[in-house]
């Protein structure tokens, strides 16, 4: 069994953040600057039974054009993760938009560093929201992000 808590990992996490982050039915929003200079709206739920959390952002709407060559870039970079550092890209059914999933416990996030992981998923996120923006199913598409050293667990 896992020692925190959802509300105590909120805590940390607005500690490090310097906010005040609002707990609502175990969710949670906030947003992150990413490196690339895009600031990253992030989901969190808790689940205290499991001890873990999962994070959520979303990255837009795939372009009507080129789609199934946008959803093949996206089931391959899901591959051992080797293209999500960790994470899984898939289509929210309720609304057909891209998002960004991770599964982490939190004892585990806090040990490693809240506001880390939490960057990490944040640039992660910015540059695969890019990545759909700038698709075009033209043949000029963007060569899927490459991230250095593979997958990134926490």
């Known amino acids: 069994m896992n020692d925190m808590s959802f ?3 909120i805590g ?10 609002e707990i609502e039915n175990d969710l949670c929003a906030i947003s992150l600057g990413a490196a690339e200079g895009d600031r990253i709206d992030i989901l969190l739920q808790g689940f ?9 952002a979303d990255l837009g709407e795939a372009p009507p054009e080129g789609r199934e060559a946008l959803y093949k870039t996206l ?14 890209l898939s289509l ?4 057909g938009r891209v998002r960004l999933q991770r599964f982490d416990d939190m004892d585990a996030l806090r040990a490693a ?5 939490f960057t990490v998923f944040a640039d992660t996120a910015a540059v695969w929201k890019r990545f759909v923006a700038d698709f075009r199913g033209d043949g000029d ?13 926490v």
């Open 7 to 9: 509300k105590d990992f």
């Open 12 to 21: 940390t996490l607005a500690k490090e953040l310097g906010a005040e982050i």
């Open 48 to 56: 205290d039974r499991r001890g873990v959390l999962l994070a959520t």
């Open 75 to 88: 089931l391959e970079a899901n591959d051992l993760f080797a293209g999500t550092l960790g994470a899984t």
């Open 92 to 95: 929210n059914p309720a609304n």
């Open 113 to 117: 560093g809240v506001r880390a992981a």
């Open 141 to 153: 598409a963007p060569p899927p992000p490459e991230f250095p050293g593979g997958a990134i667990r």
